[in-house]
Nanobody
Framework: QVQLVESGGGLVQPGGSLRLSCAAS????????MGWYRQAPGKERELVASIASRGSPNYSDSVKGRFTMSRDNAKNTVYLQMNSLKSEDTAVYYC????????????WGQGTQVTVSS
């Protein structure tokens, strides 16, 4: 069983930056695919960024060039650095772990609110 806890959300002005963290209670394994998702009011949850153990992160077109995802397996933590924030980035941000073993279990954090407003 893995528990994910997000932190780092808050209120920021347009053009500002925030850094989200997602800490796992158990170990993040090399087979795990980590992802950041977000859900704005009245909208479906959407994938923002994802990263495997090896290779470069993948980003949605809406955040490419502004957000950077990274993972630190030794600290069992993934991060999302968000720069040049826009009002449309306002959402609850969730961390997801997909364990790519025979069971394909997934785990979600409780979410952290990001509000971009002047």
């Amino acid at each position: 069983q893995v528990q994910l806890v997000e932190s780092g959300g808050g209120l920021v002005q347009p053009g500002g930056s925030l850094r989200l963290s997602c800490a796992a209670s158990g170990s993040i394994l090399s087979i795990d695919l980590m992802g950041w998702y977000r859900q704005a009011p009245g909208k479906e949850r959407e994938l923002v960024a994802s990263i495997a153990s090896r290779g470069s992160p993948n980003y949605s077109d809406s955040v490419k060039g502004r957000f950077t995802m990274s993972r630190d397996n030794a600290k069992n933590t993934v991060y999302l650095q968000m720069n040049s924030l826009k009002s449309e980035d306002t959402a609850v941000y969730y961390c997801r772990l997909l364990r790519r073993d025979w069971a394909s279990r997934e785990y979600w954090g409780q979410g952290t609110q990001v509000t971009v407003s002047s």
